[in-house]
């Protein structure tokens, strides 16, 4: 059974950092590229990064570049999103997510092939 497992989220004031990690079990990291998304309360789930299965590619939603970068480790199966400057906005659940194509993370939520539950982020001003 595939398996994402995210876990980093919490409580932060507007300006400060976390950390999102996602542990993968039951597949071949290396042959899926990552992404993470976020849903906010009353709004529609939204890709917010992407990597592809080597690493070489990124991907990243204009609300939240130059504040957060995804990388990968496929040798121990992890995905990670590092967060800084975090704001209000940025409050929602953060999903992992793998797909065989990038395009489908870079694109939208349509399609993807596995996804975590979630790890809530609140961000308080």
């Known amino acids: 059974q595939v398996q994402l497992v995210e876990s980093g989220g919490g409580l932060v004031q507007a300006g400060g950092s976390l950390r999102l990690s996602c542990a993968a079990s039951?597949?071949?990291?290396?042959?899926?590229?990552m992404g993470w998304f976020r849903q906010a309360p009353g709004k529609e789930r939204e890709s917010v990064a992407g990597i592809s299965w080597s690493g070489g590619s990124t991907y990243y939603a204009d609300s939240v570049k130059g504040r957060f970068t995804i990388s990968r480790d496929n040798a121990y199966n992890m995905v990670y999103l590092q967060m800084n400057s975090l704001n209000p906005e940025d409050t929602a659940v953060y999903y992992c997510a793998a797909d065989l194509n990038l395009g489908e993370i870079t694109r939208g939520s349509y399609g993807i092939d596995y996804w975590g539950r979630g790890t809530a982020v609140t961000v308080s001003s």
């Open positions: 039951g597949l071949t990291l290396s042959s899926y590229a």
